[in-house]
């Protein structure tokens, strides 16, 4: 799996998160998730809450990218992975705490997104640069 640098994890903890999905007849779909944290080097998690169009693509696919970016700023990253879904266990019980210490609506699941590779988000030529390409065979 592709690593989150100390860059990275920096901008995950500063910056609105975007993820993009595809659904099954290949209609992409882009929407926030505030709840977007780093679970390790390895893994980004966010607590789904809505239940809607995201949510049905990634049960489907359980492809996903996500994108951070700073306002103002030029440098970005994305990521590309795929999801576990977790209604249950302690991954789960630990998205649930998470919801209730930040006063935000129950998880329907926790998302825990692998990270297969890392790309740049920077304006200009440098943009889609790949920082790391390495998915894990599953």
């Not at 920096?10 to 998160?17: E, G, I, K, P, T």
């Not at 709840?35 to 080097?41: A, E, G, K, P, V």
């Amino acid at each position: 799996m592709a690593k989150l640098n100390d860059e990275m994890k920096d901008l995950v903890n500063r910056a609105f998160a975007f993820i993009a999905t595809v659904d099954e007849n290949g209609n992409p779909q882009v929407g926030p998730k505030g709840t977007m944290r780093i679970l390790d080097d390895e893994h980004l998690i966010y607590n789904e809450e809505t239940g809607r169009q995201a949510w049905h693509n990634l049960q489907t696919n359980g492809k996903i990218a996500v994108a951070f970016h700073p306002f103002p700023g030029l440098k970005g990253f994305r990521v590309e992975g795929h999801v576990k879904i977790y209604e249950s266990g302690q991954i789960f019980d630990d998205a649930t705490a998470y919801a209730t210490e930040n006063k935000l609506p129950k998880a329907i699941a926790a998302v825990v997104i692998s990270i297969d590779r890392t790309l740049t988000l920077n304006a200009g030529p440098e943009a889609g640069t790949v920082i790391e390409d390495a998915p894990l065979d599953d």
